[in-house]
């Protein structure tokens, strides 16, 4: 039986990541976020779209968390744009809310998607203009105050 903390699937693949998830809480989004986490292996690209508050920094922390990352330490990216955090693999969080689309070049994110022992997340990936190789979309929509539908897809 599910406990109250698990978030609601709908999710025909329960071996992966992928499939459509209510959550019930910042902690529920952390939670789906942190198991995702625990099993990326490296390259893989996360393109994080939603409104303001939707729980894309949740989302990134909860990543973190499943890489060994103290998720305390990540922070949105606003205003540099990308931070790099240590742990059993890199990872990039990126923040495009204070670009125009494609304002990205010259920033260096294809070596950044390229790299195969890194895992990159992206807040406003809409503004990138771009799909990298191995990009997951998540999408983030309000069912209600408290409530998020969580689309995980390739």
């Given at each position: 039986?599910?406990?109250?903390?698990?978030?609601e699937?709908?999710?025909?693949?329960p071996?992966t990541?992928f499939?459509?998830?209510?959550?019930?809480?910042?902690?529920?989004?952390?939670?789906?976020a942190?198991?995702?986490?625990?099993q990326i292996?490296?390259?893989?690209?996360?393109?994080?779209?939603?409104?303001?508050?939707?729980?894309?920094?949740?989302?990134?922390k909860?990543?973190?968390?499943g890489?060994?990352?103290?998720?305390?330490?990540?922070?949105?990216?606003?205003?540099?744009?990308?931070n790099?955090?240590?742990g059993?693999?890199?990872?990039?969080?990126?923040?495009?809310?204070r670009?125009?689309?494609?304002?990205?070049q010259?920033?260096?994110?294809e070596?950044?998607?390229?790299d195969?022992?890194?895992?990159?997340?992206?807040?406003?990936?809409?503004?990138?203009?771009?799909?990298?190789?191995?990009a997951?979309?998540?999408?983030?929509?309000?069912?209600?105050?408290?409530?998020?539908?969580i689309?995980?897809?390739?």
């Amino acid at each position: 039986m599910k406990s109250a903390s698990e978030p609601e699937t709908r999710n025909k693949k329960p071996e992966t990541y992928f499939g459509e998830f209510i959550t019930r809480s910042a902690e529920e989004t952390f939670g789906l976020a942190k198991r995702i986490g625990e099993q990326i292996k490296g390259g893989e690209v996360f393109l994080l779209k939603g409104d303001l508050g939707a729980g894309k920094t949740v989302f990134a922390k909860g990543l973190a968390a499943g890489l060994g990352i103290n998720p305390a330490d990540v922070t949105s990216p606003t205003f540099t744009l990308i931070n790099l955090h240590e742990g059993r693999l890199r990872l990039y969080h990126i923040d495009l809310y204070r670009l125009d689309g494609g304002a990205h070049q010259g920033l260096g994110l294809e070596e950044i998607f390229d790299d195969e022992k890194a895992v990159t997340v992206i807040e406003w990936a809409e503004r990138l203009g771009i799909v990298p190789e191995h990009a997951t979309f998540v999408e983030m929509s309000y069912v209600s105050s408290s409530e998020r539908r969580i689309r995980v897809s390739d």
